[in-house]
Structure formats: C-alpha cells, structure tokens
C-alpha cells in the first residue's frame, strides 16, 4: 500500500508487511517495532539526476540506503531517474539501467547470502544513527556513517574473525581478530561495515596487528616513525601517496597537508593476513582562510552563482526575497580541507534585507551531508545566530544573543569552535550594526558551551546563504535575505589553534 503524505494503518491484521514511502533510513527499527512485520521501503527515492528532490540520489547514497535498510532488518526497492536525450526515464519506462547502484546491491544480495539466515538475524541498532544487525554469539555486521568509534558487546566465549567491507568498492579485507566482550571500532572512512563471524573450534587465528606511530600530527614536512606491532612473517606498509615498504620499522616524510591514511598489512606463509589503520595529519597554514568568498578578488574556492543570486558593487554576495530564490556553490566539490576540522573560525559581515525566516532558519554557511556531517550556521528570525556541527539545527541551543542583526544594517560577526574544549567551547563576537562595512569595534557577545566533535570527514559541498544540494528537495526558501561580504573560514585540525582570539579576528576583518 504506496502511501503519500497519509500513511496507511500496517498494523491491521489482514496487512502482510508495511511498504513505505521514505527516505527515513534511521526509522528502519522503529518501523519494524511499530509494525511487527516486514518492512520494505518500497520509494526511499531514487538514483539519477532529475531536478526533482525524490529523482537525484547519487550512486554512492543509494547503495548506502540500501546497507541502512538492510541493517535495520528492512527490505529496500531501487529505482532509477537519470535524464535521456529521448526522454527515457527507467523508473517509469524500464530500458536499461545507467547507474552505477545496481551492481553493488547485487554484490549486497550475494554478500548477505553468505551470512546466517536473514530470519535469525537481528537489527541490534537504534533510531538515531546506529545500524548494527546480529545473530547474537555468532555474526556481527556494524555500519559506520564517519569515522566515530563505536562499541559492540561481542556475546560468548569464542573469538571472532574481524573483517572490513567497502560497500561501495565491493571488498571484504581481513582486519584481524575480536575477543568476546566489549569491542571498539573506528572505521579509516566513512560508509564503511565491519564483520564479526566467530571463529569454529579448531580454525587457526589470524596474526595480529597494530601501528604504532610518532608523531601523529603536526605541520609538513612531518617526518613519522612507524613501528609494525605484530608477530607475522611480513609486513607491507602503504603510506597513501604511492610510497610502500617492507620494514618493520621506518619512517617517512608527509610534504602535503592533510589527512593520510596510512595501511598495514601483515602476513603468514599460509595465506592469514591481518590489516590495520593509522591517520597522520598534516596542518595547513592556519592564519590563511580555507574559504573566502563576497570579495571583489582572490575568492578562494571559485564560487558559482544561482538562481536569484547576484554581486553587488563591492563583491559582496546578494541574496534576495523571494522565489525563486538563489544559493551560492563554493567549490565543485567537498572542500578536503573542512574534513576533521578539530577547531574553526567563521567571520564575515551580514546585511539582512529581512529577518523573515523560513521553517528553522535561514542558511549562512552549509555543508552538512543532509542531516549528518558538516557545518550549519544559521539567521534567526530574532536577529540570532545559531552554530550546528554534524548534525540539525532545530534542537540545537549554540546561540548567539538576540538582536545581534538588523534588518537593513550591515552588521560584523565571528563565530569560534573547538571541539578540545567541553566549556566555552564556542565564542560569538559583533559589531554594532552600522550603515556601511567599515572598521568598527568588535566584542565578545556571549560563550556558550557546545560540542558536538571534529567536523566530520562526510559532509558534502560548501553553500553560501542557503542549503546545498542535498537539502535542495526540501524546498529554497531557508535562505539568508540580503548580502554577504568578506565571508571567511579558518580552521584547524590540531585542537584549539583554529578557535581564533579577538585579536586574530580583527587582523582579519575587512
């Protein structure tokens, strides 16, 4: 029963399974609590390029929904939206299908396949962003969205095999072994799964290994030493940049800043192998703006302009009420150098044409991935400021004061994060509202104690003054009214150093 914005009553007795129109991919355990049947999200949209929000999932978002679902004892349906010169849509008229989803939810079929029977297996997840799906005692799979650790309660009294799996590259790796009890994971990517299959009585254990590395962090060029802990015959290191080696200690030299991720692999004569993970990051100069956009030269990343959205005189981005509204596009791509920011700085002036809002608020800076990992700095409708990291705003309280914008005036501002503090982790700085962007003092408003960890390394493309694309179906209407200049991002990934003082901000201002 295909439901719109009404949704069927499921639970009615004569009612086999509940088939769901949503992209509600954390409801999956919910569902299945409410209905106590199957669940299959028969629409959770669909794979293509269509304008329309429901018609435009990439490949890689596909195939995870399909994972999520999975994971959450679910069933999920696949369709496909992609344009044709001869007006061929496969999800209304069939042909041949053009994405790249199908063949890894086939790989998904085969995999699953392969594990215990799908009715002996039990979504052991949550609502809120945890898939882990088990036969408790003997198979373990865990879904990690980011690379956040998490923790599994491994039950019995036998070890497990540990592997990782790449739903998107279609690869199962050993990783190496799991005792039974309580077991922490940390993926070396996002949308990642880990496997935990029991070993049977007699079946020789992998050998073991681990990194250690020193130091893990610091401006290039860094040099690292790196010590394989492990007892197997050979070891192989890949340091991410072409670079391998066979020695059980060495170091190497990071040029480039980033963050590496740095893989060892260890070996046995019979076949056994054993893998582990490092990350290295290497520090940019953090006095230089990772973005600065709503100047008249040098922007950096290049911006795009659309919809409504035009310069005004002296560069700065102008946003006006009303349909059918305007973004700006920073980037073609997610900008690497936000991933895993430990601390940051969000600077700029505002000139809001209007504090009318759209439901939540209206957008400065986003680029969260929908609801996930990003940042999300929003307008108010009483003049406030408000600060999101990796996830949505609406119950968050990181407030600046009210009042601090003004319709017609153009107002200064800088917002500081750092995620190494659990106190007064973020600092809301203003100027007074003034008629024209000029030098003017600039104070401290108000502290608040907010956070919600490193920008994770999952977030999407960076938009100035309204959503991103992946938020773009739910309609262009959050977006900030009136004008944006000198718009910059600082940011570190070594704790506080990202987090600038008063001082640094007014070097800055202009």
Partial sequence: ??????????????????????????????????????????????????????????????????????LSGCYVGHGETYKHPQDI??????G????????????????????????????LGDDKGRFVLAKPGDYY??????????????AGDRPYKLDLID?????????????????????????????????APDEPIRPEARIQASPTAGQPPLVVGFKAVTDAARVEWDF???????????????????????????SEPNGATAVAYAQIVTERDVSQPIVRVGFATNEMPAPKLHGTARRGPGGELVLPAG??????????????????????????????????????????????????????????????????????????????????????????????????RSQDSVHWYFSPALDAPRPAEVKLDRTTSYNHGPVGTDLRGLAIGNFNETMHSFGLDRQFRGALRGLQIFGSRLAE??????????????
């Fill in 1 to 70: 029963i295909h439901n719109g914005r009404v949704w069927y009553d499921h639970t009615k007795p004569w009612v086999t399974h509940a088939s769901l129109q949503t992209s509600d991919m954390n409801g999956g355990v919910r569902f299945r609590a409410k209905y106590q049947k199957p669940v299959i999200y028969d629409e959770c949209k669909y794979e293509g390029n269509i304008p329309q929000g429901w018609g435009n999932l990439t490949a890689r978002e596909m195939t995870q929904r399909f994972w999520l679902g999975t």
């Fill in 323 to 420: 349909p059918p509204w305007g973004w700006v596009q920073v980037g073609d791509a997610p900008i690497e150098d936000l991933r895993g920011l430990q601390s940051l700085t969000i600077m700029g002036w505002l000139r809001p044409d209007s504090l009318q809002t759209g439901s939540g608020g209206n957008r400065i800076v986003f680029c969260l991935n929908r609801d996930g990992d990003g940042i999300d700095l929003v307008c108010l409708a009483d003049g406030r400021l408000r600060l999101a990291i990796n996830q949505w705003p609406d119950d968050v309280r990181n407030d600046s004061s009210p009042g601090k914008l003004v319709a017609g005036k153009w107002t200064f501002f800088a917002v500081t994060y750092d995620a190494s």
């Fill in 240 to 266: 991410g940049d072409g670079t391998k080696s066979t020695a059980r200690e060495v170091q190497h030299t990071f040029v480039q800043p980033g963050m590496h991720s740095v893989t060892l692999t260890v």
């Fill in 141 to 154: 799979l865990v879904y990690c969205l980011n690379t956040r650790p998490q923790t599994i309660e491994l």
């Fill in 89 to 94: 849509l496969w999800w209304s008229k069939g």
């Fill in 167 to 199: 739903p998107w590259t279609m690869t199962v790796t050993p990783v190496g072994s799991a005792r039974p009890g309580s077991f922490a994971v940390t993926a070396p990517r996002a949308d990642t799964v880990f496997r935990f299959s029991r070993y």
């Fill in 96 to 123: 041949v299908l053009h994405g790249q989803s199908p063949q890894r939810i086939q790989w998904l079929k085969d995999f699953m396949a392969q594990a215990p029977p799908f009715h002996e297996l039990q979504p």
């Fill in 497 to 510: 150093r990202g987090a600038f003082g008063l001082e640094a901000i007014l070097r800055h201002c202009q």
